[in-house]
């Protein structure tokens, strides 16, 4: 870590986001390269730690670029990763929350049904969305969720506009009618 440059150290938590998931404790994850940013300090951090055996790298089934922990001791003996999957133990569960729902959208043939639902799941999504942009995996996800919640919000918002609307015109009629009489 020490031997990084500024912009692999800072990258660093970027990949350890990509790498790690919480449940219960953490444990690790493969994870796309296309996950990762593409920015330099996350190639560095992934050559650096994959030469120093830290990090394994393969090619998935589909032919995609995969890399991972070489070893889950990782996680329960360096205190710098300890300490940061405590200090980010929120956030962690949240993806792999995120990650388990993009997963049924996408079995579902991306059905909307299975967005993330108004309140405390998408609320959560959205805030992540806007501070951590470059940590989430499921971006794809979690903007359809965010776009459908805004289209359900217009939606629901016109339909009670247009009840108001009916439900004034009767009033008005009636009145109309009252007073011709």
């Not at 020490?2 to 692999?8: D, E, I, K, V």
């Not at 805030?127 to 499921?138: F, G, I, T, Y």
């Amino acid at each position: 870590f020490a031997s990084l440059s500024a912009a692999g150290q800072e990258a660093f938590p970027r990949v350890l986001a990509a790498l790690l998931t919480v449940d219960a404790s953490a444990s690790s994850r493969t994870a796309r390269r296309r996950e990762l940013s593409a920015g330099s300090g996350e190639e560095e951090v992934v050559a650096a730690f994959t030469r120093a055996n830290l990090f394994v790298t393969d090619v998935d089934q589909a032919g995609e670029a995969t890399v991972a922990l070489a070893h889950e001791a990782l996680i329960n003996n360096w205190p710098r990763v300890q300490d940061w999957v405590q200090e980010n133990k929120d956030f962690l569960r949240l993806k792999t929350r995120i990650a388990q729902a993009a997963h049924r959208w996408r079995e579902s043939g991306k059905d909307r049904d299975f967005l993330l639902p108004q309140g405390k799941p998408l609320a959560e999504a959205e805030d992540a969305l806007q501070k951590r942009r470059a940590e989430l995996n499921e971006l794809e996800f979690v903007v359809a969720s965010v776009k459908d919640a805004a289209y359900r919000r217009r939606i629901r918002a016109l339909t009670v506009a247009g009840v108001l609307t009916l439900i004034l015109s009767i009033i008005f009629g009636a009145i109309a009618i009252h007073t011709i009489q």
